[in-house]
């Protein structure tokens, strides 16, 4: 088992940056690739972007390519997510999920965090 708590989220207004973080505790962490989800009210829950369990891949939607980052200190047992030029349609709550899959990007994930909420203001 895998237990993952996103952290970072808040009120940010449009053009600004947050950082969200995921901290994993439990099965060894570092074997796992992880993504980020969102799910804005009356929306579908999206895919955000995805790493790799070494960091040395990276996947990304389409809406965030160029504004956001992820990255990991695997030492820390901790996933990032950097958004840059924020907008209001980023406002949702945000997901991290891990998988011990091997394909990249996963198309499944098996332990998903609690959320956290990101709004941005116009």
């Known amino acids: 088992q895998v237990q993952l708590v996103e952290s970072g989220g808040g009120l940010v207004q449009a053009g600004g940056s947050l950082r969200l973080s995921c901290a994993a505790s439990?099965?060894?962490?570092?074997?796992?690739?992880t993504g980020w989800f969102r799910q804005a009210p009356g929306k579908e829950r999206e895919f955000v972007a995805a790493?790799?369990?070494?960091?040395?891949?990276?996947y990304y939607a389409d809406s965030v390519k160029g504004r956001f980052t992820i990255s990991r200190d695997n030492a820390k047992n901790t996933v990032y997510l950097q958004m840059n030029s924020l907008k209001p349609e980023d406002t949702a709550v945000y997901y991290c999920?891990?998988?011990?899959?091997?394909?990249?990007?996963?198309?499944?994930?098996?332990?998903w965090g609690q959320g956290t909420q990101v709004t941005v203001s116009s």
């Open positions: 999920a891990a998988t011990y899959g091997t394909t990249f990007p996963p198309s499944l994930y098996d332990y």
């Open positions: 439990g099965r060894t962490f570092n074997t796992a690739a």
């Open positions: 790493i790799r369990w070494s960091g040395s891949r990276t």
